[in-house]
């Protein structure tokens, strides 16, 4: 089985981060992301990919690459859903596996 690294701009945020600062608040955020990062891929991979979309502003940037059936450049919800649609044609026993999860840096 071949293993991927997948890079995503998608995080939902959830329950609210309290950002009380210095090293405390840091971690607080770094840990929301981690954990957001990890509930929207487990979603996606349930083929849960619509609240994903309804979190997605109206113009988005998503890139894929390679020269194949899935590459190419979105900017559109519409034209996400339509590739998430494809994905899960092309791959319908497609799950996610996240691994690790690097977060640097505060918003």
Sequence with gaps: MRSYAVHSAFVRWGAPIILVGGVLGTVGFR????????????????????????QTASSVFHVFPGDHALGGTRHTREGLRRWFERLFLLFPELHFEVKEVAVRGLP
């Design 31 to 54: 840990l929301g992301v981690e954990r957001n990062v990890r509930v929207t891929f487990r979603r996606v991979g349930q083929r849960d990919y619509e609240t994903l979309l309804e």
